[in-house]
């Protein structure tokens, strides 16, 4: 496996359901991001963490809890979601900070029901 | 609120010509700019980014970078077909903190014709 890989690539929940977003980063890179898209909106910055320490909390509800066991690898942990949380969620890493750029892995589309 | 701002498209150009794709920010502090490219239904890819005042050309694109406009450009020349994407504006603000945070813009829709 190479570069940013994300899973699952679907997923559909109701609103009472647990279930968690995995995310592994083959680069050697020392930071991840998790990352909301929704139609007709800007990518929104969720949570930032840089060597395994969560340094960004972008204002997210606790109903989306991140947890990053090691470097490589960042989970994103979700329960009673509402309608309007569905939308793609994308994890990206970088080196250490972001000034060369994000490499982002395909991402998960998420709808809840 | 720091934003970054892009006219949303679409923008339409036949093919072989130049695509002009703009971007402006609002915090003078940044300091790194990226374009991202995005295929419907795929995730975004880095494809330039810059730091410096001035032109940065990489093959067929070249970003443009006027930090006292505090505005940045991406120039598409000899356009394809597979170039139609959406296109993001993504700038880094100043780090003064121990992270960064990056912020896209919300993309410029660009179709080529053939």
């Known amino acids: 496996e190479t570069g940013v890989t994300q899973t699952p690539r679907h997923l559909v929940m109701g609103m009472t359901n647990k279930k968690s977003l995995k995310c592994e980063q083959h680069?050697?890179?020392?930071?991840m991001y998790w990352y909301k898209q929704s139609a007709k909106k800007p990518l929104e910055l969720m949570f930032v963490?840089?060597?395994?320490?969560?340094?960004e909390n972008n204002s997210v509800p606790s109903r989306f809890s991140p947890e990053c066991p090691n470097s490589s690898h960042l989970f994103l942990h979700l329960h009673t979601l509402q309608p309007e949380d569905s939308a793609l969620y994308l994890c990206?890493?970088?080196?250490?900070?972001?000034?060369?750029?994000?490499?982002f892995g395909s991402g998960t589309r998420l709808t809840v029901v | 609120q720091k934003e970054v701002e892009q006219n949303s498209g679409p923008l339409s150009v036949p093919e072989g010509a130049i695509a002009s794709l703009n971007c402006t920010y609002s915090?003078?502090?940044?300091?790194?700019f990226f374009w991202y490219r995005q295929y419907s239904g795929k995730s975004p890819e880095l494809i330039m980014f810059i730091y410096s005042n001035g032109d940065k050309e990489d093959g067929r694109f070249t970003a443009q970078l006027n930090k006292a406009s505090q505005y940045v450009s991406l120039l598409i020349r000899d356009s394809q077909p597979s170039d139609s994407a959406t296109y993001l504006c993504a700038v880094l603000n100043d780090m003064k903190t121990s992270y960064d945070k990056v912020i896209f813009g919300p993309g410029t829709s660009l179709s080529v014709i053939p």
């Open positions: 680069l050697g890179h020392n930071a």
């Open positions: 963490y840089n060597f395994k320490e969560q340094t």
């Open positions: 990206a890493s970088s080196p250490w900070t972001g000034i060369d750029g994000y490499t």
């Open positions: 915090d003078r502090g940044s300091q790194s």
